[in-house]
């Protein structure tokens, strides 16, 4: 019996994110503005399942790539939208979500992404999970 209350409190938020979201009922997002339209549709989809899944309305932070993830590695976001470079030194400091849309063929692609504090894993699986429902058609291919 002991195990099955235990399991309840996987996987965990050492810093407590989805507790915070959904408690305050924000979620602080990051946002790179990028090209255009690449990525609007699939990050307006993204928020909206986020929003109905934990309560929480997005408080939109816009910015660059940079200074957002430093922001959201002190965790002063949640959650950072992004179009992102495979080659990027970010890639190992945070997490991705499966690609939500892709802009460009074979070596000229972009994916457009949703990035999480690392080690944040029920808040993770949780955008992980939406993205995964709302990507474009193709997203990461």
């Not at 997002?29 to 934990?54: E, I, M, N, P």
């Not at 499966?98 to 808040?123: C, F, H, S, V």
Request: aromatic share 4%.
């Amino acid at each position: 019996m002991m195990l099955l209350v235990a399991c309840d409190a996987l996987p965990r938020d050492p810093a407590g994110s989805s507790e915070a979201i959904r408690r305050h009922g924000v979620m602080r997002v990051g946002l790179v503005l990028g090209d255009g339209d690449f990525g609007r549709a699939a990050s307006a989809r993204l928020l909206d399942r986020l929003s109905r899944q934990t309560g929480a309305r997005a408080a939109i932070r816009p910015g660059a790539t940079e200074p957002l993830f430093q922001a959201l590695e002190r965790g002063d976001v949640d959650l950072v939208l992004t179009p992102l470079d495979p080659e990027s030194p970010w890639m190992t400091r945070i997490s991705l979500s499966p690609p939500i849309a892709t802009q460009g063929r074979k070596d000229k692609r972009l994916d457009y992404y949703a990035a999480m504090r690392n080690g944040e894993n029920r808040w993770i699986m949780t955008v992980e999970s939406a993205a995964r429902a709302v990507a474009d058609p193709g997203a990461g291919q």
